[in-house]
């Protein structure tokens, strides 16, 4: 058997789709069908998967987390671990309401006191029909639409109505078809020539789910956001609001991913994040200060420092995380990334760029292992540098105790290192990325040499190390 919390118990909003998890590429119900949680639940294609799940299968749409486990890394089905009494557990770093450690016994308590045994996931599941009861549901991801004020050079405009603009007058040429550079030529997240399909929930579309969440899962403590760009997005706000009134929202942990790089109300956000136990914020940040504005099209890291001040002095009981999704661009100066990173004095989180593959993180061992290496030894050296200096806050408001453990950030370099010398990446793939960039650099109207300082692009468009 092949357990997986999400599988069981999430539902995830995808590109006009919904699924269980944001790694599943499977698209089990279509929006036009039906938005609706309480109709998606039990849903016939989520029971097909929780059936071959439970077979000890992997359904066709799990294959990222099969190639993870393939090669020994810790995939999502990971997140979470059945615990001797019979809870879910998952190590997120940080206590929930009124706990200074955020231990399993602490998490199995908290499960008691808040789902009653009968309720916890693992008895809401049916193993011959392979439905969920509703009070299972725990996990839930939703999207509104892919507006978003940036053009991320990993991206694509299934997630960016920036993506859109940028290639709004690019008519694929005979060499972006060549190289199949997918997200260049639209197909990138789209599953055949038919599919295109968009997330566009109105308003009251979004309102509706809302009261359908509130009304009919009771025991839901898991909410994310997923983007396009959530601060930038109408729906976002009077959603949040609403879901304030759910019965488990004292319970509840939110969460969303955003750029942190738009125009957004502080106190507002703070203010409607309040009734929930936790609420967590991933800035995506994705480069080091000298080449964020080349990669992370649409905004200036000193605008990104500002949100950040700005927030903090509002609120001190949001968690404010910082992550780094890792592909070969980031491998051109990880040192310049780990640096920029720990002057946030935020949590750091990684995660690996696994699609398109052209822009795989192993790609650079290719032609520059040893200078890769050397920059990781001098990262390490400098994360180390910090392990004595640990940053404690306690919240005015809530009491939440939070911290930035060092000793993390390493394992998450180690995380990167481990991944890049696990897959075999192919020159092909390193071929198809020298033609990205330049494209890129073309439709965007960017250089790729006036921001990174480790490596250039020489005139054979060969990619050269110069420090
Ligand atoms: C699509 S964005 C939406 C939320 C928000 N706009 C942001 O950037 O955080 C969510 C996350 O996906 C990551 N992402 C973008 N392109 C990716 C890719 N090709 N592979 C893996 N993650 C990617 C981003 O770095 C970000 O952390
Ligand atoms: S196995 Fe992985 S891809 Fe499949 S549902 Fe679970 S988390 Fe998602
Ligand atoms: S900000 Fe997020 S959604 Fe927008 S382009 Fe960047 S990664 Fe994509």
């Known amino acids: 058997m092949k357990r997986c919390f999400y599988a069981m118990g999430a539902i995830n909003y995808k590109n006009g789709t919904v699924s269980c998890c944001p790694r599943q590429s499977d698209q089990l119900v279509f929006q036009n069908d039906t938005f609706l949680p309480s109709e998606i639940f039990n ?22 987390c099969e190639s993870m486990e393939e090669v020994g890394v810790a995939s999502m089905r990971n997140d979470f671990t059945l615990e001797k009494n019979g809870s879910f557990y998952k190590d997120q770093g940080k206590p929930p309401k009124g706990a200074n450690i955020y231990t399993v016994q602490f998490y199995e308590e908290f499960h008691k006191e808040h789902s009653p045994e009968e309720h916890f996931l693992i008895k809401c599941y049916d193993p011959e029909t392979h439905e969920t009861r509703n009070e299972g549901l725990r ?90 760009e959530l601060l930038y997005q109408k729906q976002f706000l009077p959603v949040l609001k609403k879901l304030g009134d759910h019965p488990n929202a004292s319970n509840i942990h939110l969460s969303f991913h955003s750029n942190f790089n738009s125009d957004f109300d502080v106190v507002k956000l703070s203010e409607l994040l309040l009734p929930f136990s936790t609420s967590t914020i991933t800035i995506s940040i994705d480069a080091g200060r000298t080449f964020y504005s080349y990669f992370r099209s649409g905004g200036t890291w000193e605008q990104l420092e500002k949100n950040i001040k700005k927030f903090r002095e509002y609120n001190d009981y949001t968690w404010l995380d910082i992550t780094c999704t890792t592909s070969i661009y980031q491998m051109l100066d990880i040192y310049d990334v780990f640096e920029s990173f720990i002057s946030l004095e935020a949590s750091i989180n990684i995660s690996i760029v696994q699609s398109p593959k052209y822009l795989d993180p192993s790609l650079i061992l290719l032609d520059f292992e040893k200078e890769t290496m050397k920059d990781i030894e001098k990262t ?84 050269i190390r110069v420090k």
Not at 189 to 195: E, G, S, T, W
Not at 203 to 210: A, F, K, M
């Open 380 to 463: 390490e050296e400098l994360i180390k540098s910090y392990f004595d200096k640990p940053i404690d806050r306690v919240s005015e408001k809530t009491g939440h105790m939070y911290w930035v453990k060092h000793e993390q950030t390493l394992e998450k370099l180690h995380r990167i290192v481990k991944y890049i010398k696990s897959f075999k990446p192919k020159y092909h793939d390193y071929n198809r990325f020298l033609i990205y960039r330049k494209k890129s650099d073309m439709i965007w109207n960017e250089n790729f040499n006036d921001h990174f300082q480790n490596y250039q692009i020489d005139e054979h468009n060969e990619l």
């Open 43 to 64: 849903h016939e294609n989520f029971k097909e998967l929780r059936r071959k799940l439970h077979n000890d299968e992997w359904p066709k749409g799990c294959d990222t």
């Open 139 to 228: 996990h839930i991801e939703l999207r509104f639409s892919n507006a978003c004020n940036f053009a991320c050079k990993h991206c694509s405009k299934v997630f960016s109505s920036g993506w859109k603009g940028k290639l709004q007058n690019f008519i694929p040429d005979e060499e972006s078809k060549l190289y199949d550079l997918k997200q260049l030529l639209g197909t990138e997240h789209r599953h055949n020539k038919d599919d295109d399909y968009e997330m566009a929930l109105t308003v009251e579309q979004s309102l509706q789910i809302v009261d359908d969440l509130n009304a009919n899962f009771p025991y839901l403590e898991h909410i994310n956001f997923a983007g396009g």
